[in-house]
């Protein structure tokens, strides 16, 4: 299992349909599934740096580029997302390096 943090900013068409928000989550939930990706977390920071954070989780990385490369694809958001490890992982990457 991955975990991904996406940080998402509005474009300016997105911006624009900025009440449409929730509805565009309910369908971006929809196509995640269909990418193998599931939803843990979202957060809307409007005024932060960025206008949407949210956390995933899925099999593989590559699931997760497929599926942000799908919601980019519908002109309301651009990215920039992360892997992210919890303690285990991380004390398993740790002791991998030495």
């Not at 996406?6 to 565009?24: I, N, P």
């Not at 099999?59 to 997760?64: A, R």
Request: charged share 25%.
């Amino acid at each position: 299992m991955t975990t991904g943090i996406a940080f998402l900013k509005w474009t300016e068409q997105g911006v624009k349909s900025y009440r449409d928000t929730l509805d565009r989550y309910e369908q971006a939930r929809k196509t995640a599934g269909e990418h193998g990706v599931q939803f843990k977390d979202i957060y809307w920071t409007p005024g932060g740096p960025y206008d949407i954070v949210c956390v995933m989780e899925a099999g593989e990385e590559k699931e997760l580029a497929s599926f942000i490369l799908s919601l980019e694809s519908m002109g309301n958001l651009r990215s920039t997302w992360c892997d992210a490890y919890g303690p285990d992982q991380m004390r398993e990457i740790i002791q991998a390096s030495r």
